[in-house]
Antibody, heavy 115, light 111 residues
Framework: QVQLVQSGAEVKKPGASVRVSCKTS????????MHWVRQAPGQGLEWMGK????????IYAQKLQGRVTVTRDTSTSTVYMELSSLTSEDTAVYYC????????WGQGTLVTVSS | QTVVTQEPSLTVSPGGTVTLTCASS?????????PTWFQQKPGQAPRALIY???NTHSWTPARFSGSLLGGKAALTLSDVQPEDEAQYYC???????????FGTGTKVTVL
């Protein structure tokens, strides 16, 4: 079955960067786009960006342009999301979600930004 | 900045029917926005119920349906069950630089 397994929780200081991974299995990795979504504590969902795993092209939410980078490694069927210049407002659970009906989602990765 | 607005909260009785809506600040929602609806329960990742306006996943209970209604996307829950109590989000596709925007979310209470 299709599975998305994300990397573990991270604690970062303000100004640092974080990279979250999303390892996929159970389908042809290069055939379906992957999205990244985040959710701050007690808040709603925010779409961050997406990648075409085939060619690596990306589109990012305007709000995060310049700070977010999504990449992929086709040899390991893994997608990465890197967010730089972190502030406390970036504290959130970060999810990867496969396109094709936005399903499935990874289990989520809590990123805490604190001095 | 594009804003997608949902009702903050709705209450429905077990066995009843409730309709959630999803409005775009840019104008009428159309099938070209490929409305997607998600259910999220506390401590869990969201799960898609409806995609491309009205298409269901294999796990979507038949009591959930999606449509376009009066220039908005709509999610109708019929014969509501206690386990339907959850947060619901819509997602609209705009293409280009905006690409996707989530709605503000609706908390559905079954009482």
């Amino acid at each position: 079955q299709v599975q998305l397994v994300q990397s573990g929780a991270e604690v970062k200081k303000p100004g640092a960067s974080v990279r979250v991974s999303c390892k996929t299995s159970g389908y042809t990795f290069t055939k379906i786009y992957m999205h990244w979504v985040r959710q701050a504590p007690g808040q709603g969902l925010e779409w961050m960006g997406k990648i075409n795993p085939s060619g690596g092209s990306t589109i990012y939410a305007q709000k995060l342009q310049g700070r977010v980078t999504v990449t992929r490694d086709t040899s390991t069927s893994t997608v990465y999301m890197e967010l730089s210049s972190l502030t406390s407002e970036d504290t959130a659970v970060y999810y990867c979600a496969r396109d094709s009906g936005f399903d499935p989602w990874g289990q989520g990765t809590l990123v805490t930004v604190s001095s | 900045q594009t804003v997608v607005t949902q009702e903050p909260s709705l209450t429905v009785s077990p066995g009843g029917t409730v309709t959630l809506t999803c409005a775009s600040s840019t104008g009428a929602v159309t099938s070209g926005n490929y409305p997607t609806w998600f259910q999220q329960k506390p401590g869990q990742a969201p799960r898609a119920l409806i995609y491309s306006t009205s298409n269901t996943h294999s796990w979507t209970p038949a009591r959930f349906s999606g449509s376009l209604l009066g220039g908005k996307a709509a999610l109708t829950l019929s014969d509501v069950q206690p386990e339907d109590e959850a947060q619901y989000y819509c997602l609209l596709y705009y293409g280009g630089a905006k690409d996707y925007v989530f709605g503000t979310g609706t908390k559905v209470t079954v009482l």
